[in-house]
């Protein structure tokens, strides 16, 4: 028996060459080394997030928690996660099954990519019973629960409200003696600033444009649309792109950005080109969400004390003032082993006042939550705003945003509206055109062809099929420690 081994291991020496020797070594020794190591892993609860400014914000609430808990088991840690990878790994582990974390902060577009599929397979606790049981409905501004809201359930707490006002360039306005908190709609609004439109560098174009918008910038566009009461899709989720609302907002947008008319300039955001813009005054006024004014105040302070808001410009008279665009949800996926513990530190999280003010104080972000409206740092005068109240006045049109939908095709849809504003733009370039209204039957025509694309591409998900919505199926079971007592 031993010569036999003796053997084999003779002739395994002999084949094998000294780079495999080296290999051989080397496995050994790592595993030598990490084997005895533990895993680094916590016990506890894992918070799953994509920004670092909220991850700071976050920690002294949770380190409070922590001192609070009898258990390392019910005690939270929060993981910064890139928005790509933070993606794949929670559909990932949704599709499969896998754990995941016990809560999850994401933003829109990424909720709502797990709506895609029935109600029994979304990934998240479905939390609607539990928040009215618990008034949490009330306790919330009621529009922002709309972005994670699929087919009547709820699944995730708000984080944000996120209402636009308009920012303008009070220094260049006020010193020409225009009063812009007398315009009501926008057409008044480009009446008032077109005496500003002058061409002082004889370059046969205006050196100034009331307003920064251009037919490519998608996000603006989607802003403008919900404005104005555009639709992407219906309540069941359907496509509706086609509406004769569409089709003026679109004709009008076109004529803003060409032709003798044009009344805008392409000065994107989070672009070098887009701040210089700023800077120089090229652009006298911008559609403003609360979190952007946070950026602002980092990425132009040489602004302070040059800018007010005001509401926006209505489509009509008596018309909505104010838009919306992104949002922040936190979730509980169904595979935590503590949803108590997950609930109760959500709304701890969610719900604290302080953390509240801070996170105004540092981003401009009001929250959802309504009692905390009334910490006086929502009422604090603005050095940047020149001194305004910018928390009340994002406040004063919370309630009046518009309502977002979670379909999983909502960029889409928006870039194809996107794809019908630039060729109505090119449209006015080609034939010099000013009255929207000689647009409107391409526009029709056009969204008719952007409604079809897009519902064949809806029709491919069996769940979002015809009517809209999911096979026939029962509300989605949730852990019995979810349901509302």
């Not at 401009?364 to 910018?390: E, H, L, M, N, R």
């Amino acid at each position: 028996m031993f010569s036999g081994i003796k053997k084999r291991l003779a002739d395994f020496f002999t084949l094998t060459t000294p780079a495999v020797w080296v290999l051989l070594a080397l496995s050994l020794g790592a595993a030598a080394i990490v084997l005895p190591r533990p895993s680094g892993q916590k016990d506890g609860m894992k918070l799953w997030l994509f920004s670092k400014l909220h991850q700071q914000v976050y920690i002294p609430v949770a380190q409070k928690w922590n001192h609070e808990q009898p258990t390392t088991k019910t005690e939270i840690e929060t993981l910064l996660i890139n928005g790509a990878a933070l993606e794949r790994r929670l559909l990932s582990g949704f599709m499969s099954g896998t754990p995941v974390a016990d809560l999850v902060e994401t933003e829109r577009s990424i909720a709502a990519k797990t709506f895609t599929g029935p109600l029994d397979d979304i990934g998240f606790v479905d939390i609607t019973e539990r928040l009215r049981a618990e008034g949490m409905m009330d306790a919330i501004n009621e529009p922002s629960f709309a972005p994670w809201t699929s087919r009547g359930r709820i699944f995730g707490i708000p984080h944000d409200v996120h209402p636009v006002l308009l920012v303008y360039r009070s220094d260049i306005i006020e010193a020409a003696g225009i009063d812009l908190t007398k315009v009501e709609t926008w057409a008044e609004f480009f009446e008032a600033l077109r005496p500003l439109m002058v061409d002082k560098d004889g370059d046969g174009r205006p050196d100034c444009y009331p307003l920064n918008f251009w037919a490519t910038q998608n996000q603006l566009l989607e802003q403008f649309i919900l404005q104005a009461d555009g639709t992407l899709f219906d309540p069941n989720g359907r496509p509706d792109l086609n509406s004769e609302r569409n089709a003026f907002v679109l004709a009008t947008l076109a004529t803003w950005c060409g032709g003798p008319g044009r009344v805008v300039v392409d000065a994107a955001e989070f672009t070098a080109p887009g701040n210089t813009l700023k800077l120089r005054g090229t652009v006298l006024a911008s559609l403003m969400p609360d979190w952007l004014g946070g950026i602002w105040k980092t990425d132009l302070p040489d602004l302070s004390g040059k800018l007010k808001l005001m509401p926006l410009p209505a489509w009509e008279k008596g018309g909505r003032r104010t838009s919306v665009i992104g949002g922040t949800m936190l979730g509980i996926p169904k595979t935590t082993e503590n949803f108590e513990a997950a609930w109760a530190f959500a709304k701890r999280l969610y719900f604290d006042r302080e953390m509240h003010a801070n996170f105004f104080a540092r981003t401009t972000i009001i929250p959802p939550v309504k009692a905390s409206w009334s910490d006086p740092v929502f009422s604090a005068p603005d050095p940047y705003f020149s001194g305004q109240v910018s928390g009340q006045l994002f406040i004063a049109q919370a309630g009046n945003i518009p309502a977002r939908t979670s379909s999983p095709y909502n960029d889409l849809a928006v870039a194809r509206l996107g794809d019908v504003l630039i060729a109505l733009t090119d449209r006015v370039n080609r034939d010099q055109i000013a009255d929207p209204a000689l647009l409107l039957p391409e526009a029709r025509e056009r969204l008719a062809e952007a409604q079809s694309r897009v519902k064949k591409l809806i029709e491919r998900n069996v769940f979002l099929r015809d009517d809209g919505t999911s096979p026939p199926a029962p509300v989605p079971s949730a852990p019995d420690a979810a349901r509302a007592p």
